[in-house]
């Protein structure tokens, strides 16, 4: 199983930001997005411009039903996508946000 590959790597490596955002998709892709969003925060933590972790930890919350929570991870992940130029996350965000 991913995951627990990842949880592996994650125990053996805890300062990757790599191997936990890995562990946070994995941990997705199984509907435990509660501990997603662990990883995702750590992952924020090192890297405050990765709109990649933003995305995810939005939808997550999203996927928890926590709308108020989403939005603003979710306006942050835009304004990384305009000022990184990545027109196919930007509008992917911009229909995330009008769900919520």
């Not at 955002?21 to 435990?32: G, H, Y």
């Not at 929570?69 to 996350?89: F, G, M, N, Y």
Request: with cysteine; glycine share 0%.
């Amino acid at each position: 199983m991913k995951t627990e590959r990842f949880q592996t790597l994650v125990s053996k490596n805890p300062d990757n930001e790599l191997f936990r955002f890995s562990l946070a998709q994995a941990l997705i892709e199984e509907d435990r997005h509660e501990e997603a969003i662990e990883q995702l925060d750590y992952c924020i933590q090192k890297k405050d411009d990765w709109m990649m972790a933003e995305i995810l930890k939005g939808k997550s919350l999203l996927a928890l039903k926590r709308p108020a929570d989403a939005k603003p991870v979710l306006e942050h992940a835009l304004h990384l996508a305009v000022i990184q130029h990545h027109e196919a996350p930007e509008a992917e965000i911009r229909k995330l946000l009008e769900t919520v």
